[in-house]
């Protein structure tokens, strides 16, 4: 199988396409994968790390006001089909498969021009513009989110997949547990545990919130674990200093840059705090945990507050906004969901409910039946 993957910009994009080429390549040693980027994103650590090509053209996202700047990504974009048609005229792929964002149009614009036949994949619970301005030319759209199913119109085929992921449920034992959470930097398991992440930028109302619950003491009958990002971490600090409070030796709290063993984190904690990308829903549902979300106000189409409602229609989540977040209200409704031990195991068994198991082995499955209906 010689296979073109279009993926740029973060991790939500570029990680689920590297899931789909490792299993392509797990099943099938002799294919071919080449990924399509641009020379910006999060694409050019992440594609070259797990040993796959990457090809770049020069195309860009833009938004509906018109602009200068717009209008000049607009024309780069549309002059990059012509690269991605070099690519695909020099790599003769089988099929191209694009996860979502603008770098899926210009590619799969060149696809179709070749009678290539394309695969979107989209993660959210909204889908994103490119995949509904390919959605007549794809032959399958595999989507991450049953929700999704009924807001992408004129699709030949669209199949609830899930969304790939390396993120597993592991029952821990009482003494595993606890292992992993002093080395974290906390001590007690006797207080349910709040694991809070808001991403390496945008999260300033969820960090403004953290730092007046810590501030005030409000967070006397839970603990927390708070990965601020990178970008965020040093801002926190000086902030907390300016209120004579030292980063590293806060009771009951650890603050964090970033988190690297977060599977390991996820499944000992009690309740997650964070934005709702999809990836964090799925991720989420798979080990099973009650959550709330502030869905990150800017996103395209707002799908973050529509993946959040993916989680919160079952019980599973609460969503606060980011416009009616503070303190207060942050920390009311942790304490409405940590007081409650029946409301929490509900939560978690209705986030469990949710997850779509044997992702990669479907979306291959799918893949497969295309290339065999192209042969007859």
């Not at 790390?49 to 020069?58: F, H, Q, T, V, W």
């Not at 070749?114 to 695969?119: K, M, S």
Request: net charge positive; proline share 4%; with cysteine.
């Amino acid at each position: 199988m010689k296979v073109i993957i279009a993926a740029a910009g973060t991790g939500g994009h570029i990680n689920p396409a590297l899931a789909i080429a490792n299993k392509i390549k797990q099943e099938e040693k002799n294919s071919e994968i080449i990924f399509v980027g641009t020379d910006r994103g999060l694409e050019n650590d992440l594609v070259p790390r797990a040993g796959y090509e990457l090809k770049k053209i020069d195309a860009y996202g833009f938004n509906r006001q018109i602009s200068i700047d717009n209008v000049k990504k607009m024309y780069k974009t549309f002059k990059s089909i012509g690269q991605a048609k070099k690519i695909i005229e020099d790599f003769k792929p089988d099929i191209m498969i694009g996860t979502g964002g603008y770098i899926c149009l210009p590619v799969g614009i060149a696809a179709s021009k070749y009678n290539v036949p394309i695969v979107l994949h989209e993660s959210n619970a909204f889908p994103g513009v490119a995949i509904k301005m390919l959605a007549k030319k794809a032959e399958t759209i595999l989507v991450g989110f049953e929700d999704a199913k009924e807001r992408i119109k004129n699709a030949k085929n669209v199949v609830v997949v899930g969304n790939p992921s390396k993120v597993k449920k592991l029952n821990f034992t009482e003494k595993q547990k606890q292992e992993i959470i002093n080395k974290i930097g906390l001590t007690d398991l006797s207080k349910p545990i709040v694991l809070v992440f808001g991403g390496s930028q945008g999260a300033q109302k969820i960090n403004e919130s953290f730092i007046n619950i810590i501030s005030k003491k409000l967070n006397k009958d839970y603990q927390i674990i708070w990965a601020t990002g990178p970008n965020q971490y040093d801002m926190i600090k000086t902030k907390l200093q300016s209120l004579n409070i030292s980063i590293n030796n806060i009771p009951n709290v650890k603050i964090l840059p970033y988190i690297y063993n977060m599977e390991e984190v996820m499944n000992c904690v009690d309740l997650v705090v964070s934005r709702s990308g999809a990836m964090t829903i799925t991720e989420i549902s798979i080990v099973g945990k009650p959550s709330i979300f502030i869905p990150f106000p800017y996103a395209t189409e707002n799908h973050q507050e529509y993946n959040a409602k993916v989680l919160e229609k079952v019980g599973a989540a609460k969503i606060i906004l980011d416009a009616k977040l503070d303190d207060n209200i942050l920390n009311s409704t942790i304490n409405e969901i940590i007081s409650d031990k029946e409301k929490m195991c509900r939560m978690s068994e209705n986030a469990h409910a949710v997850e779509i198991k044997n992702v990669e082995d479907k979306i291959y499955v799918e893949l497969c039946k295309i290339l065999e209906t192209k042969k007859h």
